[in-house]
């Protein structure tokens, strides 16, 4: 009974327990930076793996089946970051999104004052069923975005934002780009998402909103031109909104950048 003690106390050291830790922490990071992507199934299927390997290289010697395992694993390795490319760099994207030094604490009445046009213009583009494409950049910069358009610079207000979406006029088609309280520019060209939405009844201004979300941590406001619903996008996923929720996604958004 000692004997037995005693291996388990071997086996419980504090250098054990911390290693099991990191192990875990690692394992859960990634499952935290790959939820709802398709590498969160490629994670649960490599550690799936790493567990059957270990355990049958521990309980039984097969010197063939661990020379197969061994000589695969560099060559899986190499072929993740191809298979997967957009999503782990998604992921790293997210590692680096720490909020930089000038992004302090702003003025709360401003920011209101912001939200409250927008959700002004929105609802009354909405009303006219005039088709618009918001999108508040985050930590992530989406300079390449803004360079693609024309160049406005102007404090947000709803009757600027209508005017900019108002049918057939230079600047209508495309996006706007919202950067803290200023309107960066409009007319703006998207990178448009991969996946199939032909079966949510949702265009081309939806898909670039779901597309510029994946690659960056932007609020994305989407107003339909044909049925005047608006949307909201933000980390690859889209759903309806009206304007209280509307509200209350960009206070919440704000808050973050903070």
Same mark, same amino acid.
């Given at each position: 009974m000692t004997d =037995?003690?005693?291996?388990l106390s071997r086996l419980l050291s504090w250098q054990s327990l911390v290693d099991v830790a990191l192990v875990t922490g690692v394992f859960y990071g990634l499952f935290r930076l790959f939820r709802g992507t398709r590498a969160v199934q490629l994670v649960r299927g490599v550690l799936l793996f790493i567990i059957i390997f270990a355990i049958l290289e521990q309980v039984i010697d097969l010197p063939a089946f661990n020379w197969l395992m061994r000589t695969a694993a560099p060559m899986v390795l190499f072929a993740i970051p191809v298979i997967f490319q957009p999503e782990l760099r998604r992921a790293l994207e997210r590692i680096g999104r720490s909020a930089p +030094?000038?992004?302090q604490r702003g003025d709360t009445g401003e920011v209101q004052g912001l939200i409250a046009e927008v959700v002004k213009a929105v609802e009354g583009l909405a009303l006219r069923r005039h088709g618009a494409l918001l999108v508040f950049e985050g930590v992530t910069g989406l300079a390449e975005v803004v360079d693609s358009g024309v160049r406005v610079d102007a404090e947000v207000s709803a009757e600027l934002l209508s005017t900019i979406f108002f049918p057939n006029t230079p600047l209508h088609d495309g996006a706007v780009i919202v950067r803290r309280s200023r309107l960066l520019a409009a007319s703006c060209v998207l990178p448009l998402t991969d996946r199939? +939405? !032909?079966? %949510?009844?949702?265009?081309? $201004?939806? $898909? !670039? !909103? #779901?597309? =510029? %979300?994946?690659?960056?941590?932007? +609020?994305? #406001? =989407?107003?339909?031109?044909e049925t005047g619903r608006i949307s909201a996008s933000r980390n690859g996923r889209i759903a309806r909104v009206d304007g209280s929720r509307l509200r209350s996604l960009l206070s919440d958004y704000y808050s973050t950048l903070q």
């Open positions: =037995v003690f005693a291996s +030094l000038w992004m199939d +939405l !032909a079966d %949510t009844q949702m265009g081309t $201004r939806h $898909r !670039a !909103a #779901i597309g =510029v %979300t994946e690659q960056s941590d932007a +609020l994305v #406001i =989407v107003v339909s031109e």
